[in-house]
Structure formats: C-alpha cells, structure tokens
C-alpha cells in the first residue's frame, strides 16, 4: 500500500455529473511521486474530465481530488504553481519564437535575475531538442517541434507533476518516438500523469496503468501486473517438418487446452493453450521434439497492452 505522503495525486469516490448524466463515477485514483502514469480509455471515457478536476478548471458534482495532499477546490492556484499542463491540442501565437513564448511563460512563475530566466529558458530548449529553432516563428514548426515546444512550455517551471492530455495522438512515430523519449529523460525529475489512447506508447514507458472506461475504473496497476494477466497462458512454437504429427502429439497433453496453428515463411506456427504452465515448462518443448519437427522458435506468448485494454473494456461494455 502506498503511503498519502508519497502520493502526488489522490480520489476519493470522485464524481463529475453533467445535467445530471454522469461522466466520471466515483474515480479512485493513486498516482506514486516519479512516476510515469498512463491514464488510458477510449474516447468519451472521462480522462480530460479527470484532468480538469485535478487542476481545479472544474469542481466535482462529489468525492474529492488531492495534488501533492491538498484538496484542489480549495488549493487550486497553490497546486497549478506546482502543475505544469499541455493541454491536448495546445496554440500559439504563431508569429512568436519558441524563446518568446517560453520567456512569456516563465514570467508567470519567475521573478529574479532576467539572466538567471533567460538561462532556465535555455535549459529547458535543449533539454526539449529546439534550441536550434528557439529563434524561428513557431508558423514553421512541425507537429513533433509544436509537441515538443509544448512540452517545454509546460515544463518551465520545474513543475513536481507534470500533466499531458494525448501528447502523441497526432504526431507520426518519429514524432511519438521523441515524445517518448523525452518523458523517460525527465521522469527523474517530475511526476508524469498523462492520458493517451496509444497503447504501445504506454508499454513502453509507463510504470502504473488505469483504464478508464464509459467514467468507470475499471483497472489500475502497475503494467507488469497488468501484462501477467489472469488470462489462459500460450506458448508460440515455430516448427519445421510434419507439423500435423506434432499438433496431434501436443492436442494429446491433458493439460492442453488448445492448438492452433498458421504457415508462416515456409514453417509452421503453432499456438498452445495450456492449462497448467509448470507442464508446460517441464513438458511442452519435449513432447514436440518427439514428433521429429526441428524447432525454429519456442517461447511463452507474452499478453500486450492491447490485449488487456481490450478484455477490459470489452468486458464492461457487455456488463453494461
């Protein structure tokens, strides 16, 4: 169980209604200091809801939300010097530089030497990859470059959390790939909470995972325990030779639930069902080998994000 002082955000039972039709039902949510949470749901689920309520844009129909353990109704401007935000679709005054917009930014948050601001501005333009561009109108910048620009701007006032609502949902994958890279390098330094529908990204740089879904949690963990699932456990198997003598000889194992099988490149690939995975280990690469197949590939199919993002809501959506 995490303890309250290491929480950066906390919900309790956190309710937003609009014309008395629900969208976010009594959200529980526990967000760990340094870490990297990805905040996920299909569109409609309540995530940019959420993300109002936390900054304190938007006060709960009931429940409550806490940032850094203060309640944020009563704490939002104290809390927003703490937040640094990129909204989903962030704008610009597109005739300022990159440098300008961040000197109008820090002036929000900063008071002091103009030297010591203008070397946080540096900072933060290397540390986002457009020092190179800090000087240009921002009308030429690309998708990756306004992301990234954003980020910085969001980031300006080494904010203890950092919130990005789809901070990749419209930039191509060199574009998602530097995203990425960017949250990982300053993970160090900051909380990140941020909504996405991309679930690749989320696999790849996420710590803790929820899923939201039409307002309702329907999971929060961290993503190792979300991948080892309670699902059935496969093995993949590449085999080469009589393929159907080995499926028989496997389909015969009690603790095979199934098998299926599809060419591939010439060879066979087999997925087996099991039941009992310790068999499996012991037994499974053994049992196929005596049906004189040669062995290309054998491992444990590991379950993605998607798999499970896809049970779950699919899951609640038969439910409802």
Same mark, same amino acid.
């Given at each position: 169980?995490?303890?309250?002082?290491?929480?950066?955000?906390?919900?309790?039972?956190l309710?937003?209604?609009y014309?008395?039709?629900?969208v976010?039902?009594?959200?529980?949510?526990?967000v760990?200091?340094?870490s *990297?949470? @990805? #905040?996920l &749901?299909?569109?409609g689920?309540?995530?940019?809801?959420?993300?109002k309520l /936390?900054?304190?844009?938007?006060?709960?129909?009931?429940?409550?939300?806490?940032?850094?353990?203060m309640d944020?109704v009563?704490?939002?401007?104290?809390?927003?010097?703490?937040?640094?935000?990129?909204?989903?679709?962030?704008?610009?005054?597109e005739?300022?530089?990159?440098?300008?917009t961040?000197?109008f930014?820090?002036?929000?948050f900063?008071?002091?030497?103009?030297?010591e601001?203008?070397?946080?501005?540096?900072?933060t333009?290397?540390l986002?990859?457009?020092?190179?561009?800090a000087?240009?109108? *921002?009308? @030429? #910048?690309? &998708?990756g470059?306004?992301?990234r620009?954003g980020?910085?701007?969001?980031? /300006?006032?080494?904010?203890?959390?950092?919130?990005l609502?789809?901070?990749?949902a419209?930039?191509d994958?060199?574009?998602?790939?530097?995203?990425l890279?960017?949250m990982?390098k300053?993970r160090?330094?900051?909380?990140?909470?941020?909504?996405?529908?991309?679930?690749?990204?989320?696999?790849?740089v996420s710590d803790i995972?929820?899923?939201?879904?039409?307002?309702?949690?329907?999971?929060?963990?961290?993503?190792?325990?979300?991948?080892?699932?309670?699902?059935?456990?496969?093995?993949r198997?590449?085999?080469?030779?009589?393929?159907?003598s080995?499926?028989?000889?496997?389909?015969?194992?009690?603790?095979?639930?199934?098998v299926?099988?599809a060419?591939?490149?010439?060879h066979t690939?087999?997925?087996?069902?099991v039941t009992?995975?310790?068999q499996?280990?012991?037994?499974?690469?053994?049992?196929?080998?005596s049906?004189g197949?040669k062995?290309?590939?054998?491992?444990?199919?590991?379950?993605?994000?998607e798999?499970?993002?896809m049970d779950?809501?699919?899951?609640?959506?038969?439910a409802s």
């Amino acid at each position: 169980m995490t303890a309250t002082d290491d929480l950066v955000i906390s919900t309790e039972k956190l309710t937003k209604s609009y014309n008395g039709k629900p969208v976010l039902k009594s959200l529980d949510l526990k967000v760990p200091k340094h870490s *990297i949470f @990805g #905040f996920l &749901g299909p569109n409609g689920a309540g995530k940019t809801t959420t993300i109002k309520l /936390i900054l304190g844009l938007i006060r709960p129909t009931s429940g409550s939300c806490a940032a850094f353990g203060m309640d944020t109704v009563g704490n939002s401007i104290k809390i927003r010097h703490r937040i640094g935000y990129l909204a989903q679709d962030p704008r610009y005054y597109e005739y300022m530089t990159a440098r300008e917009t961040l000197r109008f930014t820090a002036k929000f948050f900063y008071e002091g030497p103009r030297d010591e601001i203008e070397a946080r501005i540096e900072d933060t333009l290397k540390l986002v990859a457009i020092d190179d561009k800090a000087d240009r109108p *921002i009308k @030429g #910048f690309s &998708g990756g470059e306004r992301q990234r620009l954003g980020i910085a701007q969001a980031y /300006i006032n080494h904010p203890e959390l950092l919130i990005l609502d789809e901070p990749a949902a419209s930039l191509d994958p060199m574009g998602r790939r530097d995203v990425l890279e960017l949250m990982s390098k300053i993970r160090s330094e900051t909380t990140i909470f941020y909504s996405t529908h991309i679930l690749d990204d989320v696999q790849k740089v996420s710590d803790i995972v929820a899923i939201l879904n039409h307002g309702e949690l329907v999971a929060q963990a961290p993503i190792e325990q979300l991948l080892a699932g309670k699902g059935s456990i496969s093995y993949r198997v590449v085999v080469k030779g009589d393929a159907a003598s080995a499926r028989a000889k496997i389909t015969q194992m009690p603790w095979v639930s199934a098998v299926n099988a599809a060419g591939q490149n010439g060879h066979t690939a087999l997925l087996v069902s099991v039941t009992d995975d310790g068999q499996a280990e012991d037994s499974l690469l053994e049992t196929i080998l005596s049906s004189g197949v040669k062995v290309i590939e054998f491992g444990r199919k590991k379950q993605d994000l998607e798999d499970v993002f896809m049970d779950l809501v699919e899951v609640k959506n038969n439910a409802s």
